[in-house]
Structures are given as C-alpha cells and as structure tokens.
C-alpha cells in the first residue's frame, strides 16, 4: 500500500543534543511537508519542500533544519533540542495540481522527548 | 491575521448527533478541509469543500459557507470510537493549510 513512514516512532533526546527524524513515502508526491503538534495545539507548519525547492516558515527557529536527498525521503534535522522542542512532529505529502483535492496524507509521527 | 476558532471541547452521547462548528477568516480560500486524530496518532483525512452546500460521506457530513467564512462537520450515529480531535483546516491562496486548534470530542454510553 502506498504510504507516508516516519521513523523512529518515538525519540529520546538529551538537552542540547542533536537528532533527525526521518520520513520516506511511496505516494510519488512532489510536496512534502513537516509540522510540529504539541498537545491540544494545531499542527504548526515548520517547513515544505515543493519538489526540490526548499520553503521555511518565517517563525521557524533555525535549530530546525530539513533535507530531501530525493523524492521519497525527507529529514527534520535539529540541532541542539531544548524542553520546547518536545512534541510530535508530522510529516505529510501532497501531489500538487491545478485543480482537484490537495489533500494531505500523514505519517503516523514521531513523538520526540528532551531529557 | 489568518484565522481558525471551533470549540476546544464537546461531549455527545452514543447513538446520537453532534454538530463541530468551524468559522475561518483567511487570505484566500481553495477550500477547507476536516481532518480527524485519534490521541497520539497523526490526522486522516475525513472531507474536503470548495462549494457552498454540503458534502455527505456515511455517517459524516460537512457543510461550507464561503460567505459566511463557516463550515461545520455533522456526525451521526455516534460511536464511542468516534471519540478523538477533529480538525478544521483552511487551504490559503498560497495553497497552505491554516489549521484550528481541533474539537476534543468525548462520547459518553
């Protein structure tokens, strides 16, 4: 089946030491996506990538960096995790069209946790 | 500013109906999306309008006014595995989705 992976599932981190979660997709979309949730918060977008062009959200911190070696994979790098940071970070697709649903399909996250 | 506002919380009973409301004040509109999320799992898709009117899908309807800047998701039949966040989110002229903080719905037997 096709689909958006996220691993590892769940991360564990220290203060100040760097992580990156991963996330690949079978679904051939050219837009791939990170948002950060935090409990009984929306979905905050921190990043997309509209095939190989890179777009930052304006308030997001520059510990968060993002790589997309190729189509079907893309990492949240960050590089040196505060208590803040504690959260489940989404990744999503979409295929973009002119017309039609841009619906997006998410991974199953990863909840990252900052000891 | 973009924004979303739903209700933070509702309970409902099982077997009856409930009603989420959602009102939207956006940049641009390319159609709104409900989204559902059980706790600790990512959000899946439920439904998607561009038109005014309403869109059913089984036990789940939705509803959009453009000109109200209002939508509402309808769910009958409730079960209790109906119980989770549903989210209201608004596709901007960027073609960005501007999300609400989610409706924590609590099904009671």
């Known amino acids: 089946d096709a689909m958006v992976i996220q691993n590892p599932r769940y991360q564990v981190t220290q203060f100040g030491k760097p992580v990156t979660l991963s996330c690949s997709q079978t679904?051939?979309?050219?837009?791939m996506y990170w948002y950060q949730q935090k409990s009984s918060q929306a979905p905050k977008l921190l990043f997309h990538?509209?095939?190989?062009?890179?777009?930052n959200e304006a308030d997001t911190p520059d510990n968060f960096q993002s790589r997309r070696p190729n189509t079907s994979f893309c990492f949240l790098d960050i590089r040196s995790p505060g208590l803040g940071d504690a959260a489940m970070y989404l990744c999503a697709t979409s295929r973009d069209e002119l017309a039609g649903v841009r619906e997006q399909f998410f991974g199953p996250g990863t909840r990252l946790t900052v000891l | 500013g973009q924004n979303i506002d739903q209700p933070t919380e509702m309970t409902a009973t099982e077997g009856a109906i409930v009603q989420i409301n959602c009102t939207y004040q956006?940049?641009?509109?390319?159609?709104l999306f409900w989204y559902q999320q059980h706790a600790g799992e990512a959000p899946t898709f439920l439904s998607y309008?561009?038109l005014d009117g309403l869109e059913e899908k089984g036990r789940f309807s939705s509803f959009l006014s453009r000109s109200k800047g209002y939508s509402y998701l309808l769910l009958k039949e409730l079960q209790m595995k109906d119980s989770a966040s549903y989210l209201c989110a608004v596709m901007d002229s960027n073609y960005q989705l501007i999300w609400g903080a989610g409706t924590k719905l609590i099904i009671k037997p």
């Open positions: 990538y509209y095939d190989k062009d890179f777009n």
């Open positions: 309008n561009v």
């Open positions: 956006t940049s641009g509109f390319n159609g």
């Open positions: 679904l051939n979309h050219n837009v």
